[in-house]
């Protein structure tokens, strides 16, 4: 398997993944409120990179929006 079609595999796999917990998220407070703003600024950015062929972009989009979503709840902002 090419970089390329790996790569494009992650981010369709880490995509619906995010895309499925965002569904059961709420923020707790107006930092939460900021924090799942940004995941979902994070992930629609993604897929602007994604679809223009910048798959680096596209996967470094969703591990910002992985982190911020972690880091959100563990810090009890997200729920």
Same mark, same amino acid.
């Given at each position: 398997?090419?970089?390329?079609?790996?790569?494009?595999?992650?981010?369709?796999?880490?995509?619906?993944?995010?895309?499925?917990?965002?569904?059961?998220?709420?923020a707790?407070?107006?930092?939460?409120? %900021?924090?799942? =703003?940004?995941?979902?600024?994070?992930?629609?950015?993604?897929?602007?990179?994604? *679809?223009? $062929?910048? !798959?680096? %972009?596209?996967? =470094?989009?969703?591990?910002?929006?992985?982190?911020?979503?972690?880091?959100?709840k *563990?810090? $009890?902002? !997200?729920?």
């Open positions: 398997m090419s970089i390329e079609a790996e790569l494009i595999k992650e981010i369709e796999k880490w995509s619906k993944k995010l895309d499925d917990s965002l569904l059961d998220v709420h707790l407070d107006n930092r939460g409120t %900021k924090m799942l =703003e940004n995941v979902r600024a994070y992930r629609k950015d993604s897929n602007h990179f994604s *679809e223009r $062929g910048n !798959l680096v %972009k596209s996967f =470094e989009c969703l591990i910002w929006a992985w982190a911020l979503l972690e880091i959100g *563990e810090l $009890g902002h !997200l729920i």
